[in-house]
């Protein structure tokens, strides 16, 4: 089926961002500003993913699979866009699984209450 990884993509995109917004995790963290700052930094690490990809293509690392799942729609020779929702997004999740790794750790480093139970 024509599109579907791109749709299994953004499928789990809005996941991924559903979970960002309704914990704070990065773009759903601060004011604008911090969130402005989160939007750059995953541009920033989805253009240097494409320029590892674009270099990687010209070194003959990569080649052009045939499948039915992509769109079709080649951006260069070898790089699908879906790459680029790929890249996009990989950079995105990257942010948010750090944001929920500093939250447990920062909960696991608080002290147990007075009188609580701590399991051995």
């Known amino acids: 089926m ?9 499928v789990s ?3 991924v961002l559903t979970l960002d917004l309704r914990f704070g995790l990065a773009l759903g963290r601060g004011p604008r500003v911090a969130r402005v700052r989160v939007a750059l930094v995953v ?3 989805a253009v240097a993913l494409v320029v590892w990809d674009l270099v990687a293509i010209a070194q003959g690392f990569y080649g ?14 070898h790089l699908p866009v879906e790459e680029i929702v790929f890249v996009t997004f990989l950079s995105h999740l990257t942010l948010v699984t750090a944001g929920a ?6 909960r696991a480093a608080r002290p147990a209450p007075a009188g609580a139970r701590v399991p051995r």
Do not use: E, K, M, N
């Open 101 to 106: 790794a500093r939250r447990v750790l920062a």
């Open 64 to 77: 052009r699979g045939a499948s039915d799942a992509l769109l079709g729609v080649w951006l260069a020779p």
């Open 2 to 10: 024509r599109g579907l990884y791109l749709l299994c993509l953004l």
């Open 13 to 15: 995109w809005a996941g």
């Open 43 to 45: 541009l920033a690490g």
